[in-house]
């Protein structure tokens, strides 16, 4: 992986940033200041897209270490931030290290710049330190120092005019510090500091572009972060989470597993939400296929259009205890009246339920589905794997043959008459093979479920499965076993004699 720092001037150039040049946010009538943090001359108006999407620049007017190149030497040589404050001096060997001569050595970093291309740091042998070098001999002076500094969208950091105690606005604390850079630049430049000063005005602002880069980046990690508030933090719409719990181990060989390799067990209740639409669609065709050109066709169709289909969904999903109710449709030919559709009565012998119904639907919508099942946080790219949708039902299955098509796992209803409220599978069942990777166990952890709609999405996944990259690591090194001592105990027990 090739790592490079983010060209500020190219940026600011690009894009027409304009500039921040006022520390006061707001005027004494409460309006932001025209070229403060809150402009909406710079920024535009609360709300609009600018607001988000605008960044500003503070002019620094001198040459300051990048924060991450600061941090790389620092932590290299901890000799650097004394040299950089003016508080030790030093003189630049031949061989580029540094020596310190309080006596006739230079310090600051007016002088640090001046030398940057010929600094050498010393190696150590370490892989880690030995990368760093080798970063900043490639970034150079150019890339090493800043004279410009970005300021982020007034949206990321805007006023709470409803804010904080005695009815004053709040602020985020990293407009102070944007503050505080814009009034610590403002006298630097030729001949805008003493000399006597100078150095320890620079080290000033060279802290406070620290306590910006340290600001912005603490905000990005974690759940309280912007990645997680911008995109994971929000629901997605036909997504689901759900506990994992181990499938079950009971069959005679590897290729009857309950889910293999390749598959996900989706619980009924999830995979309707996953793929609604595709349910919809199926319960519309199946009222045109049962009822063709009778007179009891509109009706049938009126009440499978994708509100009532959605509707009945959310009630499965939400009353667990009516999950077994018959399945009633209008009658037609005026009256009010409902009958059960018995399409399916003459296949199963029994009234149609609820579950019937829909996991019909279901099954038909998840056949060749593929989804992408991520666990958080995300560590690596193993942390999202496709699996192929294996739908389930309830504990008890049937095969169950409907117009000519087998179904091997129906949902058992009269086996489960006697306690329906236990009946069914709620959790995802995973395969084993994938936890080490997700760094999970079966103890409630939890997963996010996507399923994929188009054709090209599903055979890109089929193929994603059985890849490389699904199954070895960046060392060639096979990720997916079950590490633990379960399976060699069990052979050793299924084979000693």
Known sequence: MKIDLFDIDE???????????????????????????FSTTIFGNPGSYDRKTVFAYVDLKDWFLHPVVYRFLARMDRRIPSLVDGSRYFRLLDDGSLE???????TGLKWLHSVFDRLKVKETGSESRSAKIDLLSRLGKKESFVRKWLVVPAMLRDVNLSGSARGRPSVDPINSLYASLIASCSGLGDGGVLDLGGDRARA????????????????IPKKSGYIHKAVIGKPVDLSTRAVISSAPVNSEDWTSQKVPFDSVGVPLSHALNLFLPFVQKEAADLARYVYGATADREPALAAFTPEAVRRMVQRYIKTPDLRFSPVEVPKGGGSKSKIRLEFFSKFLGRPLTVTDLLYYLAARATEGKYAYITRYPVENYQSIFPAKVRLLSTYKTKEETIDGVRFPEWP???????????????????????LRTLGADFDGDTISIRGLFTQEANAEAAAAVVSKKNLLDANGQNVRYVDSKEPVLALYNLTRS
Do not use: M, W
């Open 204 to 219: 000033r602002v060279q802290s406070l572009l620290l306590e910006i880069y340290d600001c912005l980046i603490g905000q």
């Open 11 to 37: 940026f600011v150039k690009v894009n027409s940033c304009p500039e921040v040049t006022n520390p006061i946010h707001f005027e004494t009538d409460g309006r932001p200041t025209d070229d403060g943090l």
């Open 100 to 106: 310190e001569d309080p006596e006739a050595g230079k």
């Open 412 to 434: 058992d209803v009269a086996g489960h008459s006697d306690a329906p409220e236990h009946a069914f599978l709620d959790t995802c069942l995973l395969n084993a093979a994938y």
